[in-house]
């Protein structure tokens, strides 16, 4: 009996958040880091049709980095990437284009399994991301920048309280495929379709002052102390995409911001239903 009044509790401190988040759209990005583990995405997959569930709109955009990395040994391809961003030479960008689709499947079909709707947005199901070429492509290779968004073709899936999974990969203006960082993506498709929330879920449990140092972890870290992080080389690789990710959305509107440990059981459910904020959260200077 106890434990049951304890579960009705929980379930009613989260009525405020449910209710002030009722109907927005929260962009959430799920690294392929922590997509590596079937069970895990399995919990983070159940957190995110929850959260459509009561009201919230999810949007799904997927990483996919350990799996693009297998699929190059296996090939015998290089492995190359500047400042978190992976060298994509064309021949790289279909196999990086086979794995994502096969990637954003996967978590189509696993919300599916679940009982909750999905609609898959990959290059062969609907192109909502168009690119350019980065302005890098020298060096780069096939890497992309957004130019737009088709925010509609979100906004309408998302209505029918479907969930969309989209892929980072583009047909851009010339018919070119493109590699788009996924945290670029969820970025630009936040403020693209007016989300209040963009999360990066990640396998670290957020920045940390020194890396692989938990005790370290930034709960809070404003814009220009982040900036002076990646000056100083303390924030690197894949979580300098991040931040500015995160950075560009705050500048453009999206209220907040957070990376967040993908590994942690219901780390999603803890961040947006309790105060206890976990992770951390980029926040604009005051
Ligand atoms: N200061 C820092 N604090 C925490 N992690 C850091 C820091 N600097 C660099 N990192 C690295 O950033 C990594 C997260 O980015 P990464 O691109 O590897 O994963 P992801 O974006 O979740 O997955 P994917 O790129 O496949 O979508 C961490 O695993 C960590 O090694
Ligand atoms: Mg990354």
Avoid: W
Avoid at 166 to 174: A, K, L, M, N, T
Avoid at 186 to 201: C, G, R, Y
């Amino acid at each position: 009996m106890e434990k049951a009044i304890k579960k009705a509790d929980v379930l009613i401190e989260a009525l405020p958040y449910i209710k002030s988040y009722s109907g927005k759209i929260f962009v959430i990005k799920y690294g392929g880091s922590a997509l590596i583990n079937s069970e895990i995405k399995k919990k983070v997959l159940e957190d995110i049709v929850f959260m459509s569930y009561v009201g919230i709109r999810p949007i799904i955009v997927h990483g996919g980095g350990p799996f693009i990395n297998e699929e190059f040994r296996k090939l015998g391809k290089k492995v190359e990437f500047t400042e978190g961003l992976r060298v994509t030479t064309k021949d790289d960008i279909t196999v990086v284009d086979r794995v994502l689709s096969q990637v954003n499947e996967g978590i189509v079909s696993d919300i599916k399994t679940i009982g909750g709707r999905a609609v898959s947005m990959n290059t062969s199901k609907k192109n909502v991301i168009i690119a350019r070429p980065h302005k890098d492509s020298k060096t780069l290779g096939f890497v992309g920048e957004i130019d737009r968004v088709s925010a509609e073709t979100i906004r309408n899936a998302v209505r029918p309280r479907a969930i969309p999974v989209i892929s980072p990969v583009s047909i851009g203006e010339d018919k070119e495929l493109y590699n788009i960082n996924a945290d670029d993506a969820a970025s630009e498709i936040a403020m693209a379709v007016k989300a209040v929330k963009l999360i990066l879920l990640t396998d670290v449990k957020g920045i940390m002052r020194h890396k692989g140092d938990e005790s370290t972890l930034i709960s809070t870290l404003a814009m220009k102390d982040a900036r002076t992080l990646i000056e100083r080389k303390i924030i690197q690789s894949g979580m300098i995409p991040k931040v500015r990710a995160c950075m560009n959305a705050l500048n453009a509107g999206v209220t907040k911001t957070h990376i967040i440990d993908g590994r942690i059981q219901h780390s999603l459910l803890l961040e947006i239903f309790t105060d206890k904020g976990i992770g951390t959260e980029i926040v604009k200077d005051k």
